[in-house]
């Protein structure tokens, strides 16, 4: 099968200093560059901010409809190319949730190419439930439809219920995706979600990476600290009375964390 090399859709948003750094931003699975709006502002003081809606996702879309199927090695070297856009500088990447996977793998390709990583809620490794639903989620899926697949995730993923408003946004930004694009993805984690995972985050990070976790992310708060515990350059912190959406649910702590991490490298 071969992949076309398409251009996604992105946004950019500079900083006032032309020479200021540049900031990735890699939404999670449904997300699009809107999942950033409580972040761009924040960011955009000190850095070059670089948002990219992934393949099926939102302006995104209709450039990746021709593509029958999807992989993580694929979708990271778009987003490489949108960055080779703009700079050739290392850049820092800041990921929510599968956006983190898609991080890994960009670093994996170019380590080179990124200055530092910064996670909110990543999926690290899966769980025997979790394991199962990514294998069997396309067939699940077929019987009680796509969009219904997803809402049964965003209630597994986030089920207090002060994890309301970050499901509710979920779900509703999962509306924007079509069904071949819910198959296309739903596909890909059967095939590659978990081996990606071991893959992955059983290597040696040589940069720093800042992890922001929910305290309540009960799916993937444990696997998230044994993590860090076993890298020195990994800094894991935990939010509290937070999910797993940390950048939408804690916005405001989240920036501030993430800011003073960066700054170091400023300096």
Known sequence: MSYSRVQLHHEIHRCLNPNAGWVLMV????????????????????????LVDLPGHAGSADKTAHQDKYDFEWISSRIWAVVDCYTSAPIHVVAVSLGSIIA??????????????????????????????????????????????????????????????????????????SIEEYRKWTAMYGRYLDDTLRKLFNLQPEI????????????FLKPTLQYGERFRQIQVEVVHRCGHLVSLEKSEAFNARCLDFLASFRK
Not at 27 to 47: I, L
């Open 208 to 219: 720093p990476m800042l992890i922001l976790v929910g305290g309540q992310d009960h799916l």
């Open 104 to 177: 890994m793998q960009m670093y994996e390709q170019r380590p080179g190419g990124v200055a530092s990583l910064l996670f909110a809620g990543p999926i690290v490794s899966l769980n025997v439930k979790l394991r199962i639903l990514a294998r069997a989620g396309l067939t699940i899926a077929r019987v009680i439809g796509f969009r219904n697949f997803y809402s049964l995730m965003a209630m597994i993923v986030l089920p207090r219920k002060n994890h309301k408003k970050s499901r509710e946004i979920f779900v509703r930004e999962s509306k924007f995706l």
């Open 27 to 50: 939404h999670g699975a449904g997300g699009s560059t809107r999942t950033w709006r409580k972040q761009v502002d924040a960011f955009s003081k000190n850095y070059h901010v670089l």
